[in-house]
């Protein structure tokens, strides 16, 4: 009898430790502190036991599910409205306390070196930056790092992405709410290894450009890639026999999306900021970065399930134009203007594939260009608080219906009138102007023998009228289109610079 009672207390125990173990659990995601998206239906979800009851509580909200065969539950809140701190509560045979947890806006930062530098190093070079930290904390900024959501202090900030944390300092400030952040950023890397296979095979002209550069489909991708490693592994191999080095392996496509992006996926949020592009796509046959970052932008907005959320992705290259005030913080760094016009025109109609790729995002729906070209210069632009700062007045004048211009002039169309061509804009802001020269400089025109000849530009009310005396019979215009176009002059009178472009259907 005694030892039937021993044996029932061990199976007792046991069965207290294996439940113990099963007890719900809520993922990583979620902590004291965070942030929580408002106006959204926001998921919360985690791990327990199959078939337990959850039960998630928060302010005057009480939801119940029930565990699936796998463990898994998610329950989604009403949408939720600004208000005081309070606590989010979960509740299985386990129960978890969350406190300090605020609503508001949240963002996700991501891309490479740009996104991923750290504020403690650029706050060296960077005075508004390091006042930023310097006068810290903030109750109200949030950032998730290390597996867990923290006030913006003089620690967590220093360690946090440089752009994004100007972006969402400027954004709390402006709109007087609490903000979260969290980012996943690598230096370095291409587009294609921020989005998952599936995304790429699910968009028609990026499968389609794929397959026709590879001989297969992305529906076949990881397959064909065993092949290829192999392949690789063996050149790495009689490379390494003849004292040479070897190849660089192949580029997996999706692998930092999988590792640095999915594992915050559904958490609700109101947008992206995306900085990346000076490693292009790296996606095999597929060199068009609006192509693959149509299907990125895409693919996240599927699997997040949360609509056709805003998408701001920084202008590539940094920098080029003299800013309208170079006095302007937001500016330091910028190139100063030059007004000696090129020697040489760029007769190739692609010469400026890369940055005319990088404008041409800003038409993908809901996904506005932060404009970069009057901003600091070089690969990783020291003044990320003015990228953080341009984004942020992105931000407010697409997502949080501020009046405030978020761009400059964009080349709507052109017009051939005689021997002139009138260039129409969108974007005008407060209307056209030109700065730093007695005359509008930038412009270029050419006719059917494609040879172009700087024109000579007046603003003519919302366009601009362009001539040249050798030019007679125009038919082509382009601005700003060097590699260097520091002599570009065109603003709107709210200070953003306009965009290069040029109305030759250039292809690859």
């Not at 000076?278 to 970052?293: D, I, L, Y």
């Not at 609509?307 to 170079?326: C, Y």
């Amino acid at each position: 009898m005694k030892a039937l009672n021993l044996f029932s207390l061990s199976a007792a125990i046991l069965s207290l430790v294996m439940n113990a173990g099963a007890a719900v659990s809520v993922d990583p995601m979620f902590s004291d502190h965070m942030v929580l998206q408002r106006d959204l239906a926001v998921p919360v979800w985690g791990k327990a036991e199959p078939g337990e009851k959850v039960k998630v509580s928060f302010r005057k909200q009480a939801k119940e599910t029930v565990a699936n065969e796998k463990g898994e539950w998610m329950i989604k809140l009403d949408p939720l409205k600004l208000g005081a701190a309070a606590e989010l509560m979960v509740e299985g045979k386990a129960k978890t306390t969350f406190k300090d947890v605020l609503v508001g806006e949240v963002w996700l930062g991501s891309g490479q070196s740009n996104m991923a530098g750290g504020a403690g190093g650029y706050s060296r070079n960077d005075p508004t930056l390091k006042a930023i930290i310097d006068k810290g904390p903030y109750p109200n900024l949030r950032l998730y790092a290390s597996g867990k959501w923290q006030i913006a202090d003089s620690s967590s900030m220093s360690r946090f992405s440089a752009i994004h944390l100007s972006f969402g300092y400027a954004l709390q400030k402006e709109l007087e709410i609490p903000v979260g952040l969290f980012y996943g950023a690598v230096g370095g890397t291409p587009s294609g290894r921020w989005l998952s296979v599936k995304m790429a095979a699910d968009d028609k002209e990026l499968d389609r450009q794929f397959e026709k550069a590879n001989g297969y489909s992305l529906v076949n991708y990881e397959e064909q890639r065993e092949a290829l490693v192999k392949k690789w592994q063996e050149e790495v191999k009689k490379a390494k026999a003849e004292g040479k080095r070897g190849p660089r392996g192949p580029v997996r496509l999706g692998d930092l999306y999988q590792s640095k992006i999915e594992h915050y996926v559904p958490y609700g949020m109101r947008g992206v900021l995306w900085d990346q592009g000076e490693s292009k796509t790296q996606v095999p046959g597929v060199a068009n970065q609006v192509v693959v970052m149509r299907a990125l932008i895409t693919g996240w907005r599927k699997v997040w399930g949360q609509g056709d959320f805003h998408f701001l992705h920084v202008q590539k290259p940094s920098g080029g134009v003299a800013p309208w005030d170079p006095e302007n913080p937001v500016n330091r760094g910028a190139k100063k203007f030059n007004a000696q016009l090129p020697k040489v025109h760029l007769e190739r109609p692609n010469a400026l594939a890369y940055p005319l790729e990088h404008v041409k995002m800003g038409t993908l729906p809901n996904a506005p260009l932060v404009t970069a070209l009057d901003l600091g210069t070089g690969i990783h632009p020291a003044n990320k608080s003015g990228y953080g700062q341009r984004a942020c007045r992105v931000a407010l004048g697409t997502v949080y219906g501020k009046k405030v211009a978020i761009c400059g002039p964009v080349y709507r169309s052109h017009k051939v009138q005689g021997a002139k061509i009138r260039v129409s804009f969108d974007h005008l802001g407060q209307g056209l102007a030109f700065r730093h020269a007695k005359e509008l400089k930038g412009f270029e025109i050419a006719g059917e023998d494609g040879k172009w000849q700087w024109a000579k530009a007046e603003i003519d009310g919302d366009s601009v009228l362009l001539s040249h005396p050798d030019v007679t019979k125009p038919k082509n215009v382009q601005y700003a289109f060097n590699r260097d176009p520091s002599y570009a002059n065109l603003y709107n009178k709210d200070g953003l610079p306009a965009l290069p472009f040029t109305s030759v259907d250039w292809k690859y």
